[in-house]
């Protein structure tokens, strides 16, 4: 193949898929595929409920008179004559947070439906090392009647996107790829290369890339841990634990890391791969599971903290006003997978307490047929007990506390964001 026979398929258009389908739509013929209809057809009106893609770009390669084609369907038809087939779907856990490879298994389904001699299959989602090759390689070799590294071949370039982040976006930030032969490597690559401003980082294998994706999320997600641990401590210490950061951080090499709630579809999510992985292989991997052990305490801890504060003050928590700020699962996005916020609210729930939540950034639809919660739309209306602070949106910067608070109540910052005044704890 070079770049004028090049036509691309890209498999799932969300956070991941749909950034990465309009750049290689400004340099190649590119078709989107997402099995929602309704995500589709709000794509091709101009419409990105995720906020990764201005309307303006985002119709721009959509346009008629684009020198490349780029069409948007739920049709398996239409990706049919794609030779380069980049697969971009969720990888999620279960309630027992084991790793749910089913999205990844029918897409590849789909694709060796219809794999033709000389393509190329490049998987992006999040997976355990050696998933490409031992579980979706024989999907794409049974339904194909091909065979690998022979007739058909596979790439690895894990995405590496941040919600909500407009500085780092797709083409900013570096990409590791992988080939399963040679000059599959080195074609990946020259594709990846060919649109990332960032540049590439090719590896020497397909288990090389997988292994990396899973560990860097493995590794922040140790080192929050480690804060909110430092957090439970310094509270029993009567120690601010974001004063002693602070003062720790002016050492050149200390990591800046802060205590919170560890949600979305990554950081939550990716060390439970790793962790699912190593068991197989007969290791217990202590560290990685305790890091998510703790992590996954914190909404329920904070809510204690929240309500061992009231009691201080004398406020009645069973039938309390608390209204919980942010449901999505980090500040400025409106993704609400996997997020912890939902943690803390359960958990105040469970002192009998009146919870209301309000997030402008939060699809209100969205939340109440995931959580049963109708978000609060105006905070005009009521006083409250206790006002909790759980997500950093920009816009809960500018709220005048005052004017949401009773004379008797207390404001309880998650993030860390509000200035010391107008608080009473933070975590």
């Known amino acids: 193949m070079n770049s004028e026979n090049i036509k691309i398929a890209v498999i799932g258009l969300g956070y991941v898929g749909l950034p990465l389908a309009v750049e290689f739509a400004k340099k190649y013929t590119v078709v989107g595929f997402d099995i929602n209809q309704k995500r589709i057809d709000e794509l091709k009106q101009g419409l990105d409920t995720t906020l990764e893609i201005k309307s303006a770009d985002l119709l721009s390669v959509l346009s008629n008179d684009s020198s490349n084609r780029f069409l948007l369907t739920t049709n398996k038809d239409d990706i049919a004559s794609s030779n380069v087939f980049i697969v971009t779907v969720p990888t999620p856990v279960d309630e027992n947070n084991k790793p749910i490879i089913t999205p990844l298994i029918k897409a590849s389904e789909t694709i060796g439906g219809m794999l033709k001699q000389g393509d190329i299959v490049i998987y992006e989602s999040t997976v355990y090392p050696g998933c490409t090759e031992d579980d979706c390689v024989p999907v794409l070799e049974k339904e194909s009647g091909l065979k690998f590294n022979k007739d058909f071949f596979c790439g690895y370039s894990p995405e590496r996107i941040n919600p909500g982040d407009k500085k780092h976006t797709v083409t900013k930030i570096k990409k590791v790829t992988s080939g399963s032969n040679e000059n599959t490597a080195q074609f990946v690559d020259d594709l990846y290369s060919s649109i990332i401003e960032a540049g590439t980082h090719r590896t020497s294998s ?6 990396s994706k899973v560990i860097e999320n493995a590794q922040r997600d140790i080192n929050i841990a480690f804060v909110n641990e430092l957090a439970k401590i310094f509270n029993l210490l009567d120690i601010d634990t974001h004063d002693v950061l602070a003062a720790a951080s002016s050492k050149w090499n200390f990591l800046p890391f802060k205590p919170g709630i560890v949600g979305g579809h990554c950081i939550g999510v990716d060390p439970f791969y790793l962790a699912q992985k190593a068991q197989e292989v007969g290791y217990y991997p202590e560290i990685i599971l305790s890091g998510r052990k703790i992590n996954d305490s914190m909404g329920e801890y904070i809510a204690s903290e929240v309500v061992k504060e009231m009691n201080r003050k004398d406020i009645h928590v069973n039938g309390s006003n608390i209204l919980l700020l942010g449901i999505t699962f980090k500040e400025n996005c409106p993704d609400i997978r996997n997020t912890k916020a939902i943690d ?20 209100t639809k969205e939340v109440k047929k995931v959580f049963e919660i109708q978000l609060t739309d105006n905070l005009s209306t009521k006083r409250y007990d206790a006002i909790v602070l759980a997500v950093a949106h920009k816009e809960f910067l500018d709220i005048d506390f005052s004017s949401i608070k009773k004379d008797q109540s207390i404001v309880y910052d998650v993030k860390g964001v509000l200035n010391k005044e107008i608080i009473d704890k933070r975590l």
Do not use: M, P
Request: aromatic share 16%.
């Open 344 to 363: 803390i609210y359960k958990s105040l729930k469970s002192y009998n307490a009146i919870v209301d939540v309000y997030d402008s950034w939060a699809c």
């Open 206 to 211: 397909i288990k090389v890339a997988e292994a």
